[in-house]
């Protein structure tokens, strides 16, 4: 009673997955990626060990065929499994066992494999990958499209519980220190694709780095503005000068670091622009 799709971005090199199921917490179940290796997801009476065992067999030199061919070969019970291959080259594999429940079944092409079980019928795969093929933009959006496409298109019989994304990169994770980018998960909700996606918005917001067109200098207006916020904030003391200076700089500092959006500040104050979404953020939560 699930649907996925396995992706690759081939400009980036970022691997990973987004699920969705009538099932509690599918994220704990089917996704599997690591950076420069490839992605699983592995579904249907899921047999988890797809996840690590498929990564290794990537990561010692097997296709994704090959390492999906010798993970379904060593299970008695491969005829109930369902999962999606792809490795770090694009190579891409899918795999039905002829004991998932109707309707299920997958599509693979170059970057991507989308599959599922106990759908309303084979238009949400073909929705999946369909989609993933024609959206343009970073991997993580392309996923979530194009589970939203196949939820569109029909989805799980059996309705929506939960859903979650995982995308890997080298030294993705926070801080660099693993390689997960991004690690989301809605376990129980009555729209979990939704819930994913808006989870996406603000990771995004938090964690990303701003865009270099998205820097506005902080002129006079700018200037005041911002002290006029910060002081309703009660970080900025004084009236307002439309001068962006140290205290000003200081302000600033405390409001991002309190609000967790220090990745979109910019620290040296002899860089006097600030990020757009950090000014609408400030217009937003404060008034």
């Excluded at 991004?182 to 918005?201: C, N």
């Excluded at 001068?243 to 220090?262: I, K, P, S, W």
């Amino acid at each position: 009673m699930t649907f996925s799709i396995v992706g690759r971005d081939p400009q980036s090199g970022d691997l990973g997955i987004a699920v969705q199921s009538k099932f509690l917490a599918v994220g704990a179940v089917v996704p599997w990626a690591r950076a420069g290796v490839g992605a699983v997801a592995t579904q249907s009476w899921a047999n988890t060990s797809y996840g690590p065992r498929g990564l290794d067999l990537l990561a010692s030199g097997k296709s994704a065929d090959e390492a999906l061919a010798a993970l379904t070969n060593a299970d008695d019970n491969a005829k109930q499994r369902q999962a999606g291959i792809v490795d770090a080259q694009g190579r891409s594999a899918t795999f039905t066992g002829t004991g998932c429940y109707a309707w299920a079944g997958g599509l693979a092409g170059p970057n991507f494999a989308a599959q599922g079980n106990i759908l309303v019928g084979e238009d949400t795969v073909k929705a999946m990958a369909e989609t993933f093929q024609s959206e343009q933009g970073p991997l993580w959006h392309r996923l979530v499209l194009a589970l939203a496409a196949g939820q569109r298109a029909g989805g799980d019989s059996r309705g929506q519980q939960s859903a979650a994304l995982l995308v890997v990169r080298d030294h993705g994770g926070y801080g660099g220190f693993n390689d997960r980018l991004m690690d989301l998960r809605v376990d129980d909700h009555p729209h979990p694709i939704e819930e994913l996606a808006r989870l996406v918005e603000a990771y995004e917001l938090y964690f990303m780095k701003p865009d270099p067109d998205d820097l506005l200098p902080i002129d006079r207006p700018v200037a005041t503005e911002l002290q006029t916020l910060l002081a309703r904030g009660g970080d900025y003391s004084g009236p307002p000068t439309g001068q962006y200076d140290e205290a000003t700089h200081a302000a600033l500092e405390r409001y991002g670091g309190r609000e967790n959006l220090e990745e979109r500040l910019l620290h040296d104050r002899a860089d006097a622009r600030i990020d757009r979404k950090v000014l609408e953020y400030l217009r937003d939560h404060i008034k």
